[in-house]
């Protein structure tokens, strides 16, 4: 089955802790994207890739760090630089620019709560 | 920029209840428009979506048309079940990029 994975499902750190969550997609897309979703504020752009080894800051950036080394996989880092990490984080993946005002398909999400 | 504007929340209905929700969005150019929904615990599904003005996109018995003159986007159910509760956001793209703007999402809640 194509979709996006998301591990763990629920992830639990120390304060002042780097922690790396896990979003991997079989669905060829060339773009992906992390969000942060706190009660109340529906979504907010974290970092995107719109290519492999390339991608840009969104609206909230401060504090976490991407890669993007294979197509299929973007990690998120949480640093410790982080003011308030603990949030559900939402990974998603579209076909991108080559299709204009494409969808984006969600994983199931990491729920980060940092003690 | 780029915005989208849900009507406040939470709302509660009875089964078998009409539904409305209201979406209006400022954006630049032609954007496309979508409606994703979101269960306890889980991530966004794409529930419908509509890409240029006058279009009608239904999924599951929801429905929802673009309204170029008044820049709305409203969902719309005619008879709720308590499956259907759920958090619902509306959304858009505009440009070239591939970036989403959300609503800040309302939550529904469909008593028995």
């Known amino acids: 089955d194509g979709g996006i994975t998301q591990s763990p499902k629920y992830l639990f750190r120390k304060e002042g802790q780097n922690v790396t969550l896990s979003c991997e997609q079989n669905?060829?897309?060339?773009?992906m994207y992390w969000y942060r979703q706190d009660p109340g504020q529906g979504l907010r752009l974290i970092y995107y890739?719109?290519?492999?080894?390339?991608?840009q800051k969104g609206d909230i950036a401060e504090g976490y760090s991407v890669s993007r080394e294979k197509k299929e996989s973007f990690p998120l880092t949480v640093t410790s630089a982080q003011k308030n990490p603990t949030a559900f984080y939402l990974c998603?993946?579209?076909?991108?620019?080559?299709?204009?005002?494409?969808?984006?398909?969600f994983g199931p999400g990491t729920r980060l709560t940092v003690l | 920029g780029d915005s989208v504007t849900q009507m406040e929340g939470p709302v509660t209905l009875s089964e078998e209840a009409f539904l409305t929700i209201n979406c209006t969005y400022t954006?630049?150019?032609?954007?496309?428009l979508f409606w994703y929904v979101q269960y306890p615990g889980e991530g966004l599904q794409l529930l419908l979506k509509?890409?240029?003005?006058?279009d009608k996109g239904s999924n599951k018995g929801f429905e929802a048309t673009y309204r170029k003159e008044t820049t709305s986007f409203h969902l719309e159910k005619g008879s709720v079940q308590v499956s259907d509760s759920a958090v619902y956001f509306c959304?858009?793209?505009?440009?070239?990029?591939?970036?989403?703007?959300f609503g800040k999402g309302i939550t529904l809640s469909v008593r028995p």
């Open positions: 890739s719109q290519i492999v080894n390339d991608f």
């Open positions: 669905l060829n897309h060339d773009a």
């Open positions: 954006a630049t150019g032609y954007p496309s």
């Open positions: 509509a890409t240029k003005a006058d």
């Open positions: 998603a993946s579209s076909i991108g620019t080559a299709i204009p005002g494409s969808e984006q398909f």
């Open positions: 959304a858009l793209i505009s440009g070239a990029n591939s970036k989403l703007t």
